[in-house]
């Protein structure tokens, strides 16, 4: 067809501030007010109704910000799953976008059978449907919802323009209804303050169901999620997309809360019998929304109509935003070759990626027509918390990671704060779903397993590369034993000659296998095709240092290309479970040695592996007197072991020195420790205490005497190293003679930069 484009394409970009906040909210406030009243009221009474909306809305800000930063630094459609390739790597980022397909399908799935329920509801109440036969208004709901479904599915395919001008036509409707159940709330209980006593009792079934209804009722807290998907289509992304989240969340738990409360003054005990609010709403769930409203209005019929009109706008706006948002995320695993090309095809004519929504229809009509309300919700809102886990881990990373390589428009306060503080609440959330919903949580348990094995049979052998990926441009691999593996960084030939005697040496006292790394320098404007272009020197370096070590050591060779070279390195760290890490530095370059934004200086800092910085060690160079500046911490304890496999073995000689005097460190008794830990140091090192305010001046002036000065990296907190130059660094940096630096990797602080 002259309509279709065979994958590639672009979608169109004519969504302002308006239409993706309109969105976000269109999202949001539907289900949360109209089932999900129902449902908290029923499982944790009337408090804990307005306990479980007000902390899901502070744990929905917190995520929010996360996406916020991310979506501002990476605006483009995919949303999570963009956040975990960039962060985790493919397998995990296809899982993410896998969880976001189905989330966000059964959360149109849910808004569609609340559409269809309430709209039902109305006509039934009115007598319309009594010719129906038994079973018959459940069968025409079923109905209903499909077709709301397909209609909103038909408005996707329209294009992005229409998605946003619709959707924020419905969502302005839906605003001013639901606002109106507000603000009318409020004024009986202003006006009758009697009302206020159906909050008693506060939590009548127990804190704990709070956290299970909450769970349930996530997915409408989640809209601020399609706003992350509307990067490619969104006019100044960096700049609109952060406001449109943060906007949305706190708008709608300001209603949310208001609506909640207007739900249970509206009902006086004495025109139900005299049974307590909360109970008479409780009843049906489903709708007791409605229940509440048609004691709250004057008139029954009218308050029947305000709900029907409410939901009508309200479901269908919903809807409309999580079908544009789940065909964005499977469009996404399309476009990145994770799926078949069918759901990267976009229609030329209209601009949007209709295999994608052709797909996600299916998913949608799935949910409508085989969950009821409740678990369709429970579904979704499960699949939100395993996704928002995994993008607060996200932002956490490649802040840490990658903050010098993007270009944020938005950065969260107080980092990492509010990201562990949502993470810890997800986990508690997640696990309480059970107690609502137990066919969520079974759909979950084979939905994420299915993408696993899908990713394993398909998207990794069918995903395209992107430039933000470690790329493996060559490797070869040596049989090795399990054991000690040290990883030496290979930058050029020269380099690479002066770290082999230290490497050497290193390698012989740890029995060690090696692993020699060079990532290529690609320019950025330079395409990724072209990348072998500039491997020529590594390549070099590798085969000259292959000469001296592989005659004796197991020895691996990896060739890699990544924009930062830092985050290279400490990926292949990572990957190759490396114990020590070899670097080279060859003296000052801009900005001075191990400042922060240098390829040293984050490898330093975010390494999980002991580190090695190599300073005029090259040669044949024997060291027989060696100085360890000496100040407590395993830092100090490392320097000292790699004191004495680097100094000669026979009349080697090392000085354990601290500045400062005994009051500040007991430098006998930390060389009696290092002693006891390594006996061939006994005969070979003497502590010494120099007196003096200028550390590294005295440190300087011991150094002249020596051959070799090995010393540990600061631990001195980020911002300190920002406004003061620590001592190690100006050490470094004026030293004269051979120099090594080194960090210890070891304690849970490591593990955590494994991982993390």
């Not at 800000?61 to 985790?88: K, V």
């Not at 010719?131 to 459940?138: C, Q, T």
């Not at 678990?375 to 995994?390: D, E």
């Not at 020269?494 to 006292?509: D, I, P, W």
Request: aromatic share 10%; glycine share 10%; proline share 5%.
């Amino acid at each position: 067809m002259a309509d279709e484009s065979p994958i590639s394409g672009e979608l169109s970009r004519d969504l302002s501030l308006f239409h993706i906040t309109m969105m976000g909210l269109g999202m949001m406030i539907g289900a949360g007010v109209f089932v999900g009243i129902g449902i908290c009221i029923s499982g944790a009474g009337p408090g804990g109704l307005l306990v479980a909306f007000a902390l899901n809305g502070l744990i929905a800000l917190f995520s929010a910000m996360s996406f916020a930063e991310l979506s501002s630094a990476i605006p483009r459609a995919g949303g999570a799953y963009n956040f975990a390739r960039i962060g985790f790597g493919r397998g995990p980022s296809f899982v993410a976008g896998w969880m976001e397909w189905l989330a966000s399908s059964a959360a149109g799935g849910f808004y569609a059978v609340t559409f269809a329920t309430y709209t039902v509801e109305f006509f039934h109440g009115l007598g319309l449907l009594d010719a129906l036969p038994a079973g018959g208004v459940a069968v025409l709901q079923k109905a209903v919802a499909v077709a709301a479904a397909g209609l909103f599915i038909y408005i996707n395919y329209r294009g992005s323009s229409e998605t946003g001008k619709i959707g924020a036509l419905f969502t302005v409707g839906q605003m001013l209804f639901v606002l109106s159940v507000g603000v009318v709330g409020v004024v009986v209980a202003i006006w009758q303050p009697d009302r206020v006593a159906n909050f008693r009792p506060f939590v009548p079934r127990g804190w704990w169901r709070i956290f299970g209804v909450m769970g349930v009722i996530y997915v409408a807290f989640e809209g601020f999620e399609v706003i992350a998907q509307a990067g490619d289509e969104t006019v100044a992304p960096r700049r609109n997309i952060p406001k449109a989240m943060l906007y949305s969340v706190l708008i709608v738990t300001v209603t949310y809360v208001a609506v909640a409360f207007a739900s249970v003054v509206a009902v006086r005990s004495a025109d139900v019998g005299g049974r307590p609010a909360w109970e008479y709403i409780a009843d049906d769930p489903e709708i007791g929304f409605q229940r509440a409203v048609e004691q709250l209005m004057p008139n029954k019929f009218f308050g029947n109509l305000l709900v029907t009109l409410a939901v009508i706008f309200s479901a269908t706006s919903a809807l409309n935003a999580t079908i544009y948002s789940a065909t964005r995320a499977s469009y996404a695993l399309g476009r990145d070759g994770m799926l078949p090309p069918l759901f990267a095809r976009i229609s030329l004519r209209r601009k949007t990626p209709y295999g994608a929504l052709a797909l996600t229809a299916v998913l949608v009509l799935a949910v409508a027509l085989a969950l009821q309300p409740k678990h369709a919700g429970a579904t979704a809102s499960i699949m939100f918390l395993f996704l928002f886990f995994l993008v607060n881990l996200c932002v956490i990373r490649i802040r840490r990671n990658m903050s010098d390589e993007l270009h944020y428009g938005y950065l969260m306060p107080l980092f990492p704060l509010f990201p562990v503080l949502a993470l810890g609440c997800q986990v508690l959330l997640a696990g309480a779903i059970v107690t609502e919903s137990w066919i969520a949580w079974a759909i979950a348990l084979v939905w994420v397993p299915a993408g696993i094995v899908t990713y394993y049979a398909y998207s990794r052998k069918h995903a395209l590369p992107t430039a933000d990926e470690i790329h493996v441009l060559e490797e070869q691999r040596a049989e090795a034993p399990e054991g000690y593996r040290i990883m030496v960084a290979v930058a050029n030939p020269h380099n690479a000659l002066e770290m082999v005697e230290t490497t050497y040496k290193l390698c012989g006292a740890k029995q060690a296998s090696v692993e020699l790394l060079h990532m290529v320098p690609v320019p950025e404007q330079v395409p990724l095709t072209d990348a072998e272009r500039y491997m020529l020197d590594g390549k070099e370096g590798i085969l000259e240092t292959m000469l001296y070590l592989a005659p004796r050591f197991p020895l691996s060779t990896t060739i890699r290309y990544c924009r930062n070279p830092a985050r290279g390195i400490i990926s292949a760290v990572r990957e190759k479970r490396t114990d020590m890490l070899i670097l080279g530095w060859h003296g000052r370059r801009r900005g001075g040695v191990f400042r922060i934004g240098s390829t040293v200086d984050p490898i330093i800092e975010r390494s999980p592996c002991d580190v090695l910085v190599l300073k005029d060690c090259g040669g044949s160079r024997k060291f027989q007197r060696v100085l360890v500046p000496v100040a407590g911490g395993p830092n100090s304890a490392f320097a000292l072991e790699v004191a004495g496999i680097l100094a000669e073995p026979e009349d080697g000689k090392i000085t354990a020195l601290t500045v400062g005097g005994r009051g500040r460190f007991d430098l006998d008794a930390f060389v009696a420790e290092q002693i006891e830990r390594d006996e061939s140091l006994r005969e070979r090192v003497v502590g010494k205490t120099v007196w003096g305010r200028d550390v590294v001046r005295a440190i300087l002036n011991e150094a002249e005497d020596h051959d070799l000065v090995v010393l540990g990296c600061t631990s001195e907190p980020v911002l300190r190293r920002m406004t003061h130059n620590p001592v190690p660094e100006i050490v470094a940096r004026r030293c004269p003679k051979p120099l090594v630096m080194v960090q210890a990797g070891r304690g849970i602080r490591s593990w955590v930069k494994r991982w993390i």
